[in-house]
């Protein structure tokens, strides 16, 4: 199997990041966002919508979307777990991922799709949509920080896909000039946390 993958962007991050939890070996194979080479032929009949990352297995198959990525592969490996071993464990860490993505990850995606005009050869950037998704993102830091109060990681006493996600929406984040604060003590102790993790290179 292989992973169609894009070094610098974070959505493949966070599958990189979780494999490397897991320990699982992976052949990565670049695509040049930049250039379009997602759009081609070849990689529409991957993924229809032009996305990375996509991962290839042996017979073919395809599956696009980093989280169902890994839930395949949390599903095929359980441990370590990552997306909860228990009913309610497997809820709340899918609540606060699907929180993460839609109210972090996926803002900042469009801060800087529709800021920067990375992407105007294949979409039409709007600015104005670009500065509320940037605001929208800075937003929800106040949410995370509170609940870093109250708990180690995002979702729990124990690291996750959550953890995954926000902090590769963070460290994208930077380039839209989203950072934390003195204002985000909780958020910076995770931070340091999270980001020490030797899977954080990955």
């Not at 949509?129 to 180690?152: D, I, P, Q, T, W």
Request: charged fraction near 25%; glycine fraction near 6%; charge should be neutral.
């Amino acid at each position: 199997m292989k992973i169609y993958d894009t070094k610098t962007a974070p959505s493949p991050r966070r599958v990189r990041i979780f494999l490397a939890e897991k320990g699982i070996p992976m052949e990565y194979v670049q695509v040049d966002l930049q250039k379009g080479e997602n759009l081609s032929p070849e990689m529409r009949a991957k993924n229809p919508v032009g996305k990375i990352p996509v991962l290839e297995l042996d017979d073919g198959t395809c599956i696009s979307e980093g989280a169902s990525i890994c839930r395949y592969f949390e599903e095929i490996q359980p441990e370590p777990c990552l997306m909860g071993s228990t009913p309610l464990e497997k809820a709340q860490i899918d609540m606060w991922h699907r929180q993460v993505e839609l109210y972090f990850f996926g803002q900042v995606g469009m801060c800087f799709q529709h800021s920067t005009g990375y992407f105007k050869d294949r979409m039409t950037p709007i600015k104005e949509y670009g500065v509320v998704a940037g605001k929208n993102a800075a937003g929800f830091l106040k949410v995370l920080e509170k609940r870093l109060g109250e708990s180690e990681y995002i979702a729990g006493d124990r690291y996750s896909i959550a953890d995954i996600t926000a902090l590769c929406a963070l460290d994208f984040a930077r380039v839209v000039d989203i950072k934390l604060t003195e204002k985000h003590p909780n958020l910076k102790r995770w931070y340091a946390a999270v980001s020490s993790r030797p899977s954080a290179k990955a």
